[in-house]
């Protein structure tokens, strides 16, 4: 799927999850940079991405995603 | 041996000097055989445990690390982790168990007396424990690789300055610097040093002060005031704090001075504004674990359920850290209470930050206060079943507090309440200083040279006048 693409559908999960109707979806973003970026959160923004996409991450990938250019890795890997 | 103790004041000292002389090559030697010596003085057969824990988890991460089978992996993992678990369980647990069968089967009029076993636990068996599962399942999920010199496998799961109370170390942290062998510079062993005063600090002069305060009183909680007990409630969560808190403080100091980077285990956790930051405050070393290694993949498998998945993966985690810290219904109880607390807030937390930021609370001084106020009331309440004997002396605490009126106990020794204030009043300055001014009122990072040494001064004399030198145990030692 195309970068941009990506972005649009995870921009409004970010928004909603965060409760923050600013925040940009970037590569770098992480959980340093949001401050209601939680352990509670994460795994809310978890479900709402394997919905979204259709797909199933793995309790090991979540270890391998440490910002959103991660992640976003992550879900081209298995569309 | 403790850090207390005058074994520890020769033992540290000469092994640093064997190790410091000893030539690099064979460094990690030098300091395997310093661990093993310190926990031999403990108990001899304990270091038998230890060693046997450290073989078991060297060779299934070895085995992990070789097989490209995904369930292969998977079982070396499970088999490793119940054969490390089991010793823990069997210690921990095993007299409860058995006086649990002994009831029931008396219940029913069978009367089989069981042989009646009390075991002692090994000192330290759930810290090396806990950080030997952490490693295993980082190999496991590709987070790190399986370490090939079992020498730094073992000076991991047995370094001294962690091995009986934490914190609770990581592979991904430790190995790599054992592998490679820093020496410390100039700044950093003066750093460390200044940990383990403030660390002597807070053990000796405020928790075992304390400590004598609050023991008198929960020894007889049935006999005293409410404003006693209040106040001995209040004292507890700081007798904690400053106990394990000084215990971390000494332990990242001394492995300071042998040149290793200890994660931290306390960042001031009674100026937390939530039950959920308190957490990420206060024995981090542990949460960080459980959080890794229990909560994450509960809520992972829960997640389908969203927040209903969530609250159940809090519970079963705080649940689990209440059975840990003892096998009793107040830990139990006192692990449901936190899960309630975590809950609520994570429940609320949304609305909670919409109407804050509606009114700009978070830049409002009286409002941070009082949530730091009423955390640390929550806190403390949820104390008080943690530290009763049972759950009907909790109650009847609490009871005593809203209605028994009368003089606050002073005791034989004033001398008590008023070192414990003066002490306490340190920490909670430093603390302030350090949380809301940092640059500011600094005392031991003053830019002049003359406040720096005043204020080691006061601290060093502080701690000989009146620190207790004849304490108990570090309170996690039972752990």
């Known amino acids: 799927m195309e970068k941009e693409e990506m972005v649009k559908k995870l921009t409004p999960i970010f928004r909603n999850v965060f409760g923050d109707e600013t925040l940009e979806v970037t590569d770098e973003l992480s959980a340093l940079n949001v401050a209601s970026w939680d352990s509670l959160s994460h795994m809310l923004l978890i479900t709402e991405v394997e919905n979204q996409f259709t797909i199933k991450f793995k309790l090991k990938d979540l270890n391998k995603m440490k910002n959103v250019g991660d992640m976003m890795a992550m879900i081209n890997s298995k569309l | ?479």
């Not at chain 2, 399942?137 to 730094?152: K, L, P, R, S, W």
Request: glycine content about 6%.
């Open chain 2, 1 to 479: 041996m403790t850090f207390t103790s005058l074994n520890f004041l020769i033992f540290f000292p000469l092994l640093a000097l064997c190790y410091f002389i000893t030539p690099v090559k064979y460094r990690l030697y030098t300091l395997l055989a310093g661990n093993y010596f310190f926990y031999i003085n403990v108990k001899p057969v304990y270091a038998l445990l230890l060693a046997g824990i450290t073989l078991c988890t060297y060779y299934f991460t070895r085995q992990i690390q070789k097989n490209d089978k995904e369930s292969i992996k998977k079982i070396y993992l499970i088999i490793n982790i119940i054969l490390i678990l089991l010793p823990l369980f069997f210690f921990k647990y095993f007299s409860k168990v058995n006086d649990f069968f002994f009831s029931a089967l008396n219940s029913i009029h069978i009367r089989w007396p069981l042989p009646d076993i009390k075991l002692l636990l090994p000192i330290g068996i759930s810290f090396y424990t806990f950080m030997s599962i952490g490693y295993i399942i980082d190999v496991y999920n590709e987070e790190i690789e399986a370490e090939e010199n079992i020498g730094v496998v073992a000076a991991f799961t047995s370094f001294f300055p962690l091995l009986l109370s934490g914190p609770i170390e990581r592979a991904k942290n430790m190995l790599p610097q054992f592998k490679q062998l820093k020496q410390p510079d100039y700044n950093s062993i003066f750093q460390a040093m200044k940990l383990i005063l403030w660390g002597y600090f807070m053990k000796l002069v405020i928790a075992d002060r304390i400590g004598i305060y609050v023991d008198i009183v929960f020894a007889n909680s049935g006999h005293h005031t409410g404003r006693t007990l209040l106040l001995a409630s209040i004292l507890y969560p700081f007798q904690v704090y400053a106990d394990l808190g000084g215990y971390s403080l000494i332990a990242i100091g001394t492995a300071g001075l042998l040149g290793f980077k200890v994660m931290l285990n306390f960042n001031r956790p009674f100026f937390a504004t939530s039950i959920a930051e308190l957490w990420r405050r206060w024995h981090i070393s542990l949460i960080t674990w459980l959080t890794d290694y229990v909560y994450t993949p509960l809520t992972f498998t829960f997640r389908k359920y969203k927040m209903r998945g969530i609250i159940l993966a809090l519970m079963i985690t705080f649940i689990i850290s209440g059975i840990w810290h003892g096998a009793a219904l107040t830990f139990l109880v006192w692990g449901f209470i936190q899960g309630i607390y975590l809950s609520i807030e994570a429940l609320t937390s949304k609305r909670r930050m919409q109407f804050e930021k509606k009114y700009n609370l978070r830049k409002k001084g009286w409002y941070i206060f009082l949530e730091i106020v009423v955390v640390f009331i929550l806190f403390a309440a949820s104390q008080v079943i943690g530290r009763a004997e049972n759950m009907a002396t909790a109650f009847n605490i609490y009871h005593r507090i809203f209605s028994v009126s009368g003089p606050l106990f002073i005791g034989d020794a004033p001398s008590i309440l008023i070192y414990s204030i003066i002490g306490l009043l340190m920490l909670l300055i430093k603390d302030f200083t350090d949380e809301f001014a940092p640059s500011q009122m600094q005392f031991f990072n003053n830019k002049r040279k003359s406040v720096r040494i005043m204020a080691y001064a006061t601290i060093a004399i502080l701690i000989l006048l009146i620190g207790v030198f004849d304490g108990g145990q570090f309170i996690y030692f039972k752990f």
